[in-house]
């Protein structure tokens, strides 16, 4: 019957304590999928691309007043496969969906997706023939930032409420290991 890996020791006292951890001693028992969590909402790669006037909000939060740095976010990626979190920074019009969409899927999983200001979230104030009326007909989206154009805090805090969401994922499935069995070990 395969077994399942729930939890991983280390046998170190310098190693970190993360949220959610028991520590036992110089012990320090975690569940595996608490410490993958952690180390992926700990470093967020977004993926460049910015669609209009709040692409230049975006920009600013990797710059000295605002520094993404502070919560390990600011390795924007110019290529979907060396990034986690796409942010939708500004209106999405119906020639550039396909585009979107195409990139999002060469993103490898896990991925996760923030529709940032109004027109990206909803069209804003193009109610018009060219714009999609929200980012979430093409790519699920993860969290949304309000606003005309949302203020780089406020990105930043939807980066915060994105680490919070993926700190408490469930693995489920996922992370159900085969191991060997005995006549395979002994062989
Ligand atoms: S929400 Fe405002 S700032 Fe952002 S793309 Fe639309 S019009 Fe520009």
């Not at 979907?80 to 019009?93: F, H, K, N």
């Not at 007909?137 to 990105?155: E, H, K, N, R, T």
């Amino acid at each position: 019957m395969p077994k399942r890996i729930e939890t991983v020791v280390f046998h170190d006292s310098s190693t970190p304590v993360i949220g959610g951890i028991e520590k036992a001693g110089v012990v320090v028992v975690a569940p595996l999928e608490s410490i993958l969590n952690q180390a992926r909402a700990n470093a967020l790669w977004p993926l460049t691309f910015g669609l209009a006037c709040c692409a230049i909000e975006m920009m600013s939060t990797v710059a000295a007043r605002f520094d993404l740095a502070r919560f390990g976010s600011e390795a924007f990626r110019a290529t979907p496969r060396q990034a986690d979190v796409m942010i939708i920074a500004g209106r999405l019009s119906k020639k550039m969906a396909p585009v979107l969409r195409q990139i999002y899927d060469q993103m490898p999983e896990p991925k996760w997706v923030i529709s940032m200001g109004a027109c990206a979230s909803s069209g804003g104030v193009y109610n018009n023939y060219a714009i999609v009326q929200g980012a979430d007909q093409v790519v699920p989206v993860d969290v949304y930032v309000p606003g005309c154009p949302p203020s780089p805090d406020a990105l930043i805090y939807a980066v915060m409420k994105l680490q919070q969401k993926i700190k408490h994922r469930k693995f489920g499935k996922l992370i159900e290991l085969k191991p060997r069995s005995l006549d395979e070990e002994s062989a």
